[in-house]
């Protein structure tokens, strides 16, 4: 699905606030509304190494 319109606007949906860039505000497709939303950040999730594997001599 293409995030622009026929009509060269964005289509409909959320959005980052270009007001507040901690919050998403709604796009009608034609002009920003009222409604807003907090962004939850993603969690940060470390990797942590593996153990050595052991390997058979032969």
Known sequence: MSSIATSGLPV???YRD???SR???WWDGLAWTGHTRNITP???VESV???PTRRSLR
């Open 12 to 14: 409909a949906g959320w």
């Open 18 to 20: 270009p007001v507040d």
């Open 49 to 51: 190494p593996s153990s």
């Open 42 to 44: 993603l969690a940060i």
């Open 23 to 25: 919050a998403a505000r």
